[in-house]
Nanobody
Framework: QVQLVESGGGLVQPGGSLRLSCVVS????????MGWYRQSPGKAREFVAS???????NYADSVKGRFTISRDSAKNTVYLQMNSLKPEDTAAYYC?????WGKGTLVTVSS
C-alpha cells in the first residue's frame, strides 16, 4: 500500500522558516522522482519543487532562492526547507509521486 505522509506545517511569521517532511512507504523510494505542490483557498494546486532520483532539483519561480527540496533515501523521506516565508506562501502543501498524493500539511504565514 502506497502512503505519502506529510508533516512539519504550522503558523510562522513572515520572514520565518519551516521544514516540511514527507515519509514515503510502499514504493521503491530511491528510484523515483518526488515533488511538492501547494494549494491556497480558492486557487488551483500549483507546483512548488521537485527532485529526481539522481538528486536534480527544479523549483517554481515564486520560491527559487527561498525553498530547498532534498531527499534522504535511508529514511524514505523528501524534505522542503522553506526560508524567508511570505504571507503568499500560505497554503496546504502536498507531497506527490505520479498519481499519489499525501493528505497535506498546512502552512500559515502571518504576523
Amino acid at each position: 500500500q502506497v502512503q505519502l505522509v506529510e508533516s512539519g506545517g504550522g503558523l510562522v511569521q513572515p520572514g520565518g522558516s519551516l521544514r516540511l517532511s514527507c515519509v514515503v512507504s510502499g514504493l521503491s523510494f530511491r528510484f523515483i522522482d518526488m515533488g511538492w505542490y501547494r494549494q491556497s483557498p480558492g486557487k488551483a494546486r500549483e507546483f512548488v519543487a521537485s527532485v529526481t532520483a539522481a538528486g536534480s532539483t527544479n523549483y517554481a519561480d515564486s520560491v527559487k532562492g527561498r525553498f530547498t527540496i532534498s531527499r534522504d533515501s535511508a529514511k524514505n523521506t523528501v524534505y522542503l526547507q522553506m526560508n524567508s516565508l511570505k504571507p503568499e506562501d500560505t497554503a496546504a502543501y502536498y507531497c506527490h509521486y505520479l498519481t499519489y498524493w499525501g493528505k497535506g500539511t498546512l502552512v500559515t504565514v502571518s504576523s
